[in-house]
């Protein structure tokens, strides 16, 4: 009985959670249009969002391709397919892979940063401070930050994607002796708009959703200086978990367009 | 608006005036936790109000309503003649420009600059007034809080008398007509805090402002007030001058003074 309570509240707060953040993305999109527009801040955002993660995602994106392909090609060695490796690998890396864990690791890294930044903002009164002053705080600091991240997060996809196949054809030129030349044209020769526009468009989303996310959890974090690191982890984790929903619906409507 | 400082007989003398703030039957409940429950208040042109309560009986809570960061439950408030549940948020912008509101931490923003912070809402203002006499504006106020050096620091090389005049001056800057000052000395010693009430008092000679101030620092509600009211259990308890307060029998309001 007791436990009975316990779930129904706890399904009742991740609705009341979806609910809030859904007004929250409403009020982005309600003051995204309306003048006075922060660009400078806009541009200070895409720069911390977009410069400051190009190394982590370059490592990742590296070693993703690396990895990706030192366990694919002995199957398909066995099955005798070796030269399908670049076309396998670089429609897995570019169509999923790449999208998903470029994005996993901006949320744990963008994300979590908003979440921190904004909460501690919160909880230091500095949010308030720009209320009572007769500005707008959700304009400067939440409609800048979730803008800079829709639109460097396909820009981050991209570079991991492009340094991933680098890694991939390293591999093949060392194990199967394919030539850098040979890999490339085998890869763009296999990837059709198909492959690349949905993925792409998803990138978008993955931005908006991390975006969202760690500037809600920021915003509305509760007081204290545990309030904020329940804000930054939550962003993490709400973030991931979206992330996925998102690449499900994703992959789903792909399908249909695919099949018409 | 030029008006000079009037002590409590001279108003009562003037007869009726319309109070730049006023609060009527305020009520502000946390769940369950009523704070403020019934508070009255009016604050009128060239008066200096200081509001004293123990620490956690909503002081913060009632100078939040009056600038709307709180939304009351019940009652009426005024401010510079709006009744602010009606308003809409463009005027609330507005009026908040009128209304100076200094926060008990400072609340300055750290990851900006100190003229940046300054600079902050006067660049998002509807009428811009241009970069040069924004820059004159910015020099001005921090020169009356006698830290013109410190234009180009981070907030974290601050101490916290500094970051207090700096969150000072940038309330300063908009030109308010009152101000709102939520425990100007706290965390402050004594000799700092000395400082900040002369700085207080000086610019409401300069810039002639009203203010409601809520301390706890007996001194400095001596010092600065033209009248005191006494927060009790959420409502406004007792109110005088401070000389009045101190000779009361009263045993609740007595205590505020041992
Ligand atoms: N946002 C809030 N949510 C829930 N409770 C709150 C909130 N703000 C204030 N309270 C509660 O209201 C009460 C009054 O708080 P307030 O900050 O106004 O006290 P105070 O008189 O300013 O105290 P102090 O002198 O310590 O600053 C406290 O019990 C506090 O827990
Ligand atoms: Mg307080």
Redesign the interface.
């Known amino acids: 009985m007791k436990q009975e309570v316990a779930y129904w509240r706890s399904t009742r707060n991740v609705f009341r959670e979806i609910g809030e953040v859904s007004l929250f993305a409403g009020r982005f999109f309600r003051e995204v249009w309306r003048p006075p527009y922060e660009f400078r801040e806009f541009v200070r955002q895409s720069y911390l969002i977009g410069y400051q993660s190009l190394p982590l995602v370059g490592v990742t994106g590296f070693i993703m391709g690396l990895v990706l392909t030192l366990q694919t090609r002995p199957t398909m060695v066995n099955f005798g397919a070796e030269g399908l490796m670049p076309s396998m690998v670089g429609i897995a890396i570019i169509r999923e892979i790449g999208p998903v864990i470029t994005a996993l690791i901006c949320a744990g890294k963008i994300g979590s940063g908003m979440g921190a930044e904004l909460g501690s903002m919160k909880v230091t009164e500095q949010i308030a401070a720009m209320e009572v002053s007769g500005t707008n705080p959700f304009k400067y600091l939440v409609v800048t930050r979730i803008l800079a991240s829709v639109v460097m997060l396909p820009l981050l996809v991209i570079i991991a994607d492009s340094i991933g196949l680098v890694g991939s054809s390293l591999v093949e030129y060392v194990k199967g002796d394919v030539s850098f030349r040979l890999y490339f044209t085998k890869v763009f020769d296999s990837l059709q708009f198909g492959d690349l526009l949905p993925a792409t468009i998803k990138s978008f989303f993955f931005g908006f959703a991390i975006g969202l996310v760690g500037c809600y959890k920021g915003y509305h974090s509760r007081k204290g200086t545990a309030g904020v690191g329940r804000a930054a982890n939550a962003a993490v984790v709400v973030t991931s978990m979206l992330l996925f929903i998102i690449d499900f619906i994703a992959v789903l409507v792909a399908d249909i367009f695919y099949k018409l | 608006m030029n008006a000079p400082m009037q002590t409590v007989e001279e108003r009562r003398k003037r007869g009726p005036q319309t109070p730049l703030i006023r609060l009527r039957d305020i009520h502000k409940a946390f769940g369950d936790h009523q704070v403020i429950r019934g508070f009255d208040l009016e604050l009128y042109e060239g008066e200096n109000v200081v509001i004293i309560g123990k620490s956690g009986s909503g002081k913060s809570v009632l100078l ?1 309503c009056i ?1 709307r ?1 709180l939304q009351a439950d019940k009652g009426q408030i005024e401010v510079l003649g709006h009744n602010l549940e009606a308003i809409d948020q463009y005027s609330l ?5 009128d ?1 100076g ?1 200094l ?3 400072s ?5 900006m600059t100190v003229r940046e912070n300054l600079e ?2 006067l660049r ?2 509807p009428e811009r007034m241009g970069e040069e006499a924004e820059e004159k504006l910015i020099r001005e106020a921090l020169d009356s809080v006698g830290l013109g050096s410190a234009i180009d620091l981070m907030p974290e090389e601050l101490s916290g008398g500094m970051k207090r005049r700096i969150a000072l001056a ?1 309330t300063l800057i ?1 030109k308010p007509k009152v101000i709102l000052y939520d425990e100007p000395t706290s965390g402050l010693d004594p000799i700092t805090s000395k400082e900040i009430i002369q700085l207080i008092m000086d610019i409401q000679e300069k810039y002639n402002t009203a203010a409601l101030i809520i301390t706890h620092d007996m001194d400095c509600a001596r010092v600065i007030s033209n009248r005191v009211v006494i927060l009790v259990e959420g409502t406004n308890y007792a109110e005088g001058t401070y000389e009045e307060l101190y000779r009361s029998e009263d045993p609740k309001v007595q205590a505020f003074f041992k």
Do not use: I, M, N
């Open positions: 939040k600038v960061l912008d507005q009026l908040r420009v209304v509101f926060f008990q931490g609340a300055l923003y750290d990851s902050f809402p998002r203002h940038r908009l």
